[in-house]
């Protein structure tokens, strides 16, 4: 299954980056919300999918859309999928009306494979950090 993540990057309910909150955090890859919440920011999202999906290294790519301040990606996945994120200029919710149009686009050139088309795997794809 194909992994794409979209933050806001002024979001202050789940911070996708390190910011002035996370000044004292020693735990890598955590940022913090202003009530004390720790989260994993989109960098290390994206970078455990990919790790679990055996992807090719993190590519900088051209934002998908002019609404997009950055995208990544990392291509060649295990069968034939992909892991993407980007950071959007704006906060918790993207109610931007070109943001549908983002997701369906990257669902429907990465399609599902149904239970039969997967390969049989001895490990679990993603585990508990």
């Known amino acids: 299954m194909s ?3 979209m933050w806001g990057k002024f979001d202050q309910t789940v911070p996708p980056l390190t910011g002035p909150n996370d000044a004292n955090i020693t735990v890598a890859n955590r940022t913090s919300q ?3 919440w720790y989260y994993t920011d989109c960098n290390n999202v994206t970078q455990t999918w990919a790790d679990a999906l055996h992807c090719d290294p993190r590519i ?13 990606t990392y291509e060649n996945c295990d069968n034939g999928t992909q892991v ?4 959007f200029d704006g906060f918790h919710q993207c109610n ?4 549908n149009d983002v997701l369906v686009d990257f669902m429907l050139s990465h399609p599902r494979q149904t239970p039969a088309e997967m390969p049989k795997r001895s ?3 993603l585990t508990q950090i």
């Open 60 to 72: 900088e790519v051209t934002p998908y859309n002019n609404g997009l301040d950055s995208c990544w």
């Open 34 to 36: 202003p009530d004390g």
């Open 3 to 5: 992994y794409f993540g």
């Open 123 to 125: 490990e679990p794809i």
């Open 84 to 87: 993407s994120g980007c950071i």
């Open 96 to 99: 931007r009306y070109w943001a």
